[in-house]
């Protein structure tokens, strides 16, 4: 049995490891990523029993994710596909800071994801169900697929978690934001950039929102937990009847995809262990501070062990 359960698709990655257009790139890394496999890993790595389910196509791309995944100790529930195709992503690095993220996914197995995918009995097991809304928007049975695994979760009292993770590539700000005001009052828990936060609550992003309040406004819609992700600038939490302000770890980033995941798993694992908001939230922000640090959606993310590290003034460890 998991204490976490994510859904989900996760894609088969090609990435440039130096600077420049994709066009004068001869050499591309192979990896994979997927919003809600990033976060199992991150859990994994934290310590919290995860299972990812989801769907990848017959063939040697869908093979690498499966093995990725069962190697970092994560229990997966993978259907394979022998009709549609795993997704793909390509990461093209065009200035040493400056990241684009090109996505074939149209048609693919994890798109395709249904309502009988869903794992019931995992999910009854489960402490939390976890969430993206990446996947209510590859498709019409992807949707139905999510609103089945919180209807299952409901009746059998696992708590939902939420990672709004609004991409502009698969549908409009508007048809976003009808979907999460659908959800929101359905989870426990939600995860918003101040963007996307906006988006969720209906509000003019050409004028000033404050963090605070934009978590405070989530919050009513239903979460008990409403936390805003500021990237560099930190983040802020509702939970409950607290409220808190957590700064940021300042770190030389190389690569920010994968950091919110990371985030996200930070809080979900101290939450799980009984930690209050303030370590909650201390241990969310180291998490993804050290996902930033290495090339890669989620090679980056860290051991427990290794959390206080970003403390060390000694950059060699005997």
Known sequence: MSD??????????????????????????IGVGGAESNFAIALSRLGVAVTW?????????????LRELRAEGIKVHGIVDPQ?????????????????????????????LQPHDVPEEQIREARLLHLTGITPALSASAAEAVDHAIVIAQ??????????????????????????????????????GDEEAMIALGLDQTQPHQSLELAHQLAVLGPRHAIVK???????????SDQLVQAAVPVNVVDTVGAGDAFVAGYIAEFLAGENLEQRMRTAVRTGAFACQVPGDWEGMPRRSELELLESKDPVTR
Request: contains cysteine; proline residues 4%.
């Open 4 to 29: 976490v359960i994510t859904m989900g698709e996760t894609m088969a990655l090609l990435r440039a490891d130096t600077p420049g257009p994709l066009a004068h790139t001869r050499s591309l890394g």
């Open 53 to 65: 389910s989801g769907r990848v196509g017959n063939d040697s791309l869908g093979e690498l994710i």
């Open 84 to 112: 549609a195709p795993t997704g793909l992503m390509i990461k093209e690095r065009r200035t040493s800071e400056q990241l684009k993220v090109w996505y074939y996914r149209s048609g693919s197995a994890g798109s395709c």
């Open 155 to 192: 009746d059998a009292g696992t708590m939902v978690s939420l990672d709004l993770n609004y991409r502009a590539a698969l549908w409009s700000q508007e048809e976003a934001g009808e979907l999460y005001r659908k959800l929101l009052p359905q989870v426990d828990f939600v995860f918003a």
């Open 230 to 240: 500021l990237g560099p600038l930190g983040a802020v939490a509702v939970a409950d």
